[in-house]
């Protein structure tokens, strides 16, 4: 039984009969912040969407904390894209960091005073206690990012999957992020991030996963952020097809991992 | 006229007060079930629901005649409306995963085909010998006055169960409505709930039949939550709001048709509602037309009494403390009468002190510090603008009282050495709150 807190073996994605994911194997350590770093379009949203069974895989096999998720959802706490929500809705920002808490509290019943004041206690870790009351459109692009990891952190999981965090946010939110990013890992927790800025994913972040359709390669990020490894995700198509075309000649050649 | 009017008002008549009970509880039930309905953006399923009810009713009617039961009984055509109805929504889902056409095509296609199909039948039922389609039209045009008393008990338990389940669900049918992925991810049964919520939109589109009728039934489930949103930023207070639109408007429409006989009540039902949105859609506390011209105005009233501050504040920087229109008018492109009627009204404020002629003027003690704060302000988000290009766009709020409302101190204190700095290279004028050494 694997310790791992997210486990992916040969996971493949495809929409509309195009393939997203090709193979994706994938290793999480625990304790620590990994990026997922790769360019648009190279399936980084979707992996993350796949592992959380969002939308459906082709084959594949998640595991978190060795079990299916359905066993250990509790533990594993998910921050979509700011985008993927409407944020003209009708509720304040604690109403939304509140619905972290929701299993919590259970079916049917009511937000209690001490549930808002947990939701209250959230948004002061991402520094947003002014802001509780707030209706969501109201707040900043950075501010409502930060609402939405208030929602995780209320949630009080062990491993977040972030969905680019870090996008066209201002600095204090960076800043915020990153604090926030250092408190889970102390605590014990894992921090999974789909990333888009190369400049600053060394900085960031203490593990890389470099995806473009397959996993090129992940680990400690001085290691895996080699300028061959980064052309082979970024670079010039023609070095995947010739690749692809030299494992296809030679059929029982090793995996890349 | 006047005797009918107290008649209806006084709820003599044992009918009226059942059409009345009826009608104005389906309308609460339609605003509270309508309101998740429009957070979720479905409005349109509500309507193609409506319209597929048709042929199930039809259908129905057509069974009965043929079985000899009852035809008019509105429980039996309730139960083939429900079955056309959910096989619409099921239509409309499988042409959505089958294909790959957007769901507004997907809509209306069951809509138009449903519908058609309702209408053929209808016509064929029309031409049986001693057939009578009466008790159908009533159906798609609504007539709440038809309504018999074991109607109106059909109507009282599906609200209160609409409105029973929406109050225990609200916060799942609110999460579901917000963020559905999220949803999933944390363990919710997200496509049960769903389910749910529009099994609650077919109830009250079946209940709705005899009030408004098929065509109009979609009305009563967006219009009263709509107009809410202009009332409140907050989903209880929105839901509630809408429940009330929607049992007064359901109200209004029925005392208005037996005031006004030979009008369809179902289009008085709407017609008041849609006076409900229009008073709304303008003097809305929250998002109303009014209030938000008034805002906007204000700001940019705002935005004008602190151009003219600044701007006489650099003449009076750059020259003499004693500064003339001329010199002002030159800084900016404005309308000379503007800034006449500015410039008196900052004087009136106890901010300028003005020459009796007008066409020269001073800031005094208070002016001057309000004059000193907007400069800085300004001038600060400037230099963050020009040294924090990549993100600054989306953080710069000059309406901001003070930029340290928004950004953190330390970075104030950086942006504040920088405007020194720059402004001991005389790139640009210093800050004013400081003396340069």
Redesign the interface.
């Known amino acids: 039984m694997s310790t791992h807190p997210l486990e992916i073996r040969s996971l493949n994605v495809a929409y509309?009969r195009k393939m997203v994911l090709w193979d994706a194997d994938l290793c999480i350590r625990p304790g620590r912040s990994t990026a997922i770093v790769g360019p648009n379009g190279a399936g980084k949203s979707t992996l993350l969407?796949a592992a959380?069974?969002?939308i459906p895989a082709a084959s594949g096999e998640v595991l978190f904390y060795g079990e299916p998720l359905?066993k250990v959802?509790?533990r594993?706490?998910?921050v979509?894209q700011r985008e993927?929500?409407?944020w003209d809705?009708?509720?304040?920002a604690r109403?939304?960091v509140a619905?972290?808490l929701?299993?919590k509290?259970g079916?049917?019943l009511?937000?209690r005073a001490r549930h808002k004041r947990m939701a209250d206690e959230a948004l002061a870790d991402v520094g947003l206690a002014d802001f509780a009351g707030r209706?969501i459109s109201q707040l900043?692009?950075?501010q409502q990012q930060r609402v939405f990891l208030a929602?995780a952190l209320a949630?009080k999981a062990e491993l977040h999957l972030m969905d680019e965090p870090f996008a066209?946010?201002?600095?204090?939110t960076?800043q915020a992020i990153l604090t926030l990013l250092r408190r889970l890992k102390d605590q014990g927790g894992t921090v999974v991030c789909v990333h888009h800025d190369l400049d600053t994913v060394a900085e960031y972040f203490d593990d890389v996963v470099l995806l473009n359709m397959r996993v090129v390669a992940q680990g400690p990020a001085s290691e895996v952020l080699t300028p061959d490894n980064l052309r082979k995700t970024y670079g010039a198509r023609l070095t995947l097809l010739d690749e692809a075309v030299v494992d296809l000649s030679r059929p029982g050649a090793p995996r890349e991992s | 006229m006047m005797e009918s009017f107290w008649r209806v008002l006084l709820l003599q008549d044992h009918n009226t007060r059942v059409v009345m009970a009826g009608a104005c509880l389906f309308g609460a039930a339609a605003g509270l079930a309508g309101t998740f309905l429009l957070?979720r953006?479905r409005s349109l399923l509500g309507d193609t629901l409506g319209h597929a009810t048709l042929p199930g009713i039809t259908l129905a009617f057509l069974l009965a005649e043929t079985f000899g039961i009852s035809p008019r009984s509105f429980l039996w055509l309730a139960l083939g409306a429900t079955i056309s109805g959910v096989a619409g929504m099921g239509a409309v889902l499988l042409i959505r995963k089958t294909s790959?056409l957007k769901d507004d095509a997907a809509l209306a296609i069951v809509l138009s085909v449903f519908f058609g199909a309702g209408i053929a039948m209808l016509s064929a039922i029309q031409q049986l010998p001693g057939g009578q389609a009466a008790g159908l039209e009533r159906l798609i045009y609504g007539n709440p006055a038809s309504m018999t008393s074991s109607d109106a008990w059909f109507v009282l338990l599906a609200s209160l169960l609409v409105a029973g389940v929406c109050g225990?669900?609200?916060?799942?049918f609110?999460?579901l409505?917000?963020?559905e992925?999220?949803a999933?991810?944390?363990?919710?049964p997200v496509r049960p709930l769903d389910a749910l919520l529009m099994g609650l939109v077919v109830l009250v589109t079946i209940v709705g039949l005899q009030t408004v009728g098929i065509l109009l039934v979609v009305a009563l489930l967006v219009i009263p939550p709509a107009a809410a949103?202009f009332w409140?930023?907050?989903?209880r207070a929105?839901a509630l709001v809408a429940a009330g639109a929607g049992g007064l408007s359901s109200l209004v429409g029925v005392v208005a048709s037996a005031l006004l006989p030979g009008l369809p009540t179902g289009a008085l039902i709407v017609l008041s509602a849609a006076l409900f949105f229009g008073v709304s859609l303008l003097v809305g506390k929250k998002r109303g037309l009014i209030i938000r011209h008034l805002l906007e105005r204000e700001a940019a009233r705002r935005l004008r009494r602190e151009h003219v501050l600044r701007a006489i504040f650099e003449c009076a920087e750059d020259m003499q403390p004693v500064v003339t229109l001329e010199q002002v008018l030159a800084k900016r492109p404005w309308k000379k009468n503007e800034l006449r009627s500015e410039i008196s009204q900052l004087t009136d404020d106890g901010l300028l002190t003005t020459e009796p002629s007008g066409a020269s003027f001073q800031l005094n003690g208070r002016g001057d510090s309000e004059a000193r704060r907007l400069v800085r302000n300004h001038r600060l988000w400037e230099i963050y603008l020009l040294n924090?290009a990549d993100?600054a766009p989306?953080?710069v709020?000059r309406d901001a009282d003070l930029i340290e409302h928004v950004?953190?101190q330390r970075?104030v204190d950086e942006l504040e050495d920088l405007l020194d700095e720059k402004a001991r290279e005389r790139l640009v004028p210093g800050n004013p709150e400081k003396k340069l050494p």
């Open positions: 509309h969407k959380l069974g969002l359905k959802r509790s594993v706490a998910y979509p993927s929500v409407d809705f009708p509720v304040s109403d939304v619905m972290g929701y299993k509290i079916w049917c009511p937000v209706q900043s692009g950075g929602r949630q066209s946010v201002d600095a204090a960076e | 957070l953006k790959r225990f669900l609200f916060k799942e609110t999460l409505c917000f963020d992925s999220y999933l991810t944390a363990g919710w949103r409140s930023d907050d989903l929105m924090h993100v989306a953080r709020d950004l953190d970075l």
